[in-house]
């Protein structure tokens, strides 16, 4: 007789689904599970904005670019309060300090009625803060928290045994220093869509449908448009002369920063902004490119040394060969056969990086070649496989 299936919880203080890459990783983190053999339950917050009881194969059919089991998540929106948005930005920190604690407080009521016997992963401190001493409880860092009080919520968790799993190496890293008996935490990046390439349409045709000159290259930024990504960086580099011929296309971001770059990109005939996209058109726009770039800046840390780009891991099992800032954090899933490393901030270098990629179709063939190897095994099955593996997924939980 098999085991029953274990019953994740997956808890993160998010909207599901937004424009922020946040709630795209979410989704598939949470198929992921689903397709390790899971059954899978994603808490997110009930924020003003969110629609309420939209079935999960809508939600998740908005945030996932291919694949077809969207129903696969039992979705469970978290109460919490949510009047952020109603301040202007400079006086944000403390509502947004309330929204956390409130949704982290609702989170694990929820969690000790409706699922004792499960597995517990939260992304949030406050989450992994309130169900410390539990057991089965772990929590995926992407990001140490800087504040005091929350590092000491973040070092009382851990120290209770709240088991942790960090985004990047240098989230590890800086865990250890928080913490020192949180050594040897295991590090599980972002990964891919096993889905993903077989949903890549022939190039001619997704330049056709996207409105593309069929002959002129193409450079793809597909991500957020917060400041520390460096798309700024990547606009003055297209103004440089050896990339006049190319078109720099940009897909993704909030509606207001979309506005700032439209305007900042004002009067530039070789930039073009289509903003965000439906997570069902980025196969066309991998499909179209010739190079992608990802241009962080050398600061904050979450840019240096803690962010998982979804963006690289899509880019490696297209077969999109990359020019990326020389980062920790990009160089903890990238060398020098899968990319091409610049100076982080410096736009001469990324211009004349992205044209020498364009000059060489041979190495670009080699780059993508070597980074569907470097994927192949990067699924997010087999991410989730790999954790619940480590937290001992072999638990007999109720299905």
């Given at each position: 007789?098999s085991?029953?299936?274990?019953h994740?919880?997956?808890?993160?203080n998010?909207?599901?689904?937004?424009q922020r890459?946040?709630?795209?990783?979410l989704?598939?983190?949470?198929?992921?599970?689903?397709?390790?053999?899971?059954?899978?339950?994603?808490?997110?917050?009930r924020?003003?904005?969110?629609?309420?009881g939209?079935?999960?194969?809508?939600?998740?059919?908005?945030?996932l670019?291919?694949?077809a089991?969207?129903?696969?998540?039992?979705?469970?929106?978290?109460?919490c309060?949510?009047?952020?948005?109603?301040v202007?930005?400079?006086?944000?920190?403390?509502?947004?300090?309330a929204?956390e604690?409130s949704?982290?407080?609702?989170?694990?009521?929820?969690?000790?009625?409706?699922a004792?016997g499960?597995?517990?992963?939260?992304?949030?401190?406050?989450?992994?803060?309130?169900?410390?001493?539990?057991a089965?409880?772990?929590?995926?860092?992407?990001?140490?928290?800087?504040?005091?009080?929350?590092?000491?919520w973040?070092?009382e968790?851990?120290?209770?045994?709240?088991?942790?799993i960090?985004?990047?190496?240098?989230?590890?890293e800086?865990?250890a220093?928080l913490?020192?008996g949180?050594?040897?935490v295991?590090?599980?990046?972002?990964?891919?869509d096993?889905?993903?390439?077989?949903?890549l349409?022939?190039?001619?045709?997704?330049?056709?449908?996207?409105?593309?000159?069929p002959?002129?290259?193409?450079?793809?930024?597909?991500g957020?448009?917060?400041?520390?990504?460096?798309?700024?960086?990547?606009?003055?580099?297209?103004?440089?002369?050896?990339l006049?011929?190319?078109?720099?296309?940009?897909?993704g971001g909030?509606?207001?920063?979309?506005?700032?770059?439209r305007?900042?990109?004002a009067?530039?005939?070789?930039?073009?902004?289509?903003?965000?996209?439906?997570a069902?058109?980025?196969?066309?726009?991998?499909?179209?490119?010739?190079?992608g770039?990802?241009?962080?800046?050398?600061?904050?840390?979450?840019?240096?040394?803690?962010?998982?780009?979804?963006k690289?891991?899509?880019?490696?099992a297209?077969?999109?060969?990359?020019?990326?800032?020389?980062?920790?954090?990009?160089?903890?899933?990238?060398?020098?056969?899968?990319?091409?490393?610049?100076?982080?901030?410096?736009d001469?270098?990324?211009?004349?990086?992205i044209?020498?990629?364009?000059?060489d179709?041979?190495?670009?063939?080699?780059?993508?070649?070597?980074?569907r190897k470097?994927?192949?095994?990067?699924?997010?099955?087999?991410?989730a496989?790999?954790?619940?593996?480590?937290?001992?997924?072999?638990?007999e939980v109720?299905?």
């Open positions: 007789m085991a029953p299936s274990p994740v919880v997956l808890v993160a998010a909207r599901m689904p937004s890459a946040q709630s795209v990783q989704a598939q983190a949470a198929r992921g599970y689903h397709r390790a053999g899971a059954r899978v339950t994603l808490l997110h917050a924020r003003r904005d969110t629609p309420a939209r079935p999960a194969a809508e939600v998740l059919g908005a945030l670019s291919s694949g089991d969207f129903d696969c998540v039992e979705l469970e929106a978290i109460p309060v949510d009047w952020i948005d109603l202007p930005r400079r006086l944000q920190f403390a509502p947004a300090r929204q604690w949704f982290g407080r609702g989170a694990a009521r929820w969690i000790e009625r409706n004792p499960a597995l517990v992963i939260a992304r949030d401190v406050e989450v992994a803060h309130r169900l410390r001493g539990r089965d409880v772990a929590w995926e860092v992407h990001r140490v928290p800087g504040g005091r009080l929350r590092r000491r973040a070092a968790a851990l120290a209770a045994g709240v088991r942790p960090a985004i990047s190496s240098g989230v590890a800086d865990l220093q913490q020192p949180a050594r040897d295991p590090v599980e990046h972002d990964a891919v096993q889905d993903l390439a077989a949903a349409p022939d190039r001619s045709a997704a330049r056709q449908q996207l409105g593309l000159d002959e002129r290259p193409v450079v793809l930024y597909a957020g448009l917060l400041r520390w990504k460096g798309v700024d960086v990547l606009v003055d580099a297209a103004r440089d002369s050896r006049a011929g190319v078109l720099v296309l940009v897909v909030m509606d207001r920063d979309v506005a700032a770059l305007a900042r990109v009067g530039t005939s070789n930039v073009r902004v289509d903003g965000f996209k439906p069902g058109s980025i196969p066309l726009y991998l499909a179209a490119a010739d190079v770039v990802v241009p962080n800046r050398a600061a904050p840390r979450i840019s240096s040394h803690y962010t998982s780009p979804l690289v891991f899509e880019a490696l297209s077969g999109l060969p990359l020019v990326v800032s020389d980062l920790p954090s990009l160089r903890d899933v990238l060398d020098d056969e899968t990319a091409t490393f610049v100076e982080a901030e410096d001469v270098a990324l211009a004349g990086a044209a020498a990629l364009l000059d179709p041979g190495l670009r063939a080699r780059r993508a070649s070597a980074g470097r994927v192949e095994r990067g699924t997010w099955t087999a991410r496989r790999r954790i619940l593996d480590r937290l001992g997924s072999a638990q109720p299905a």
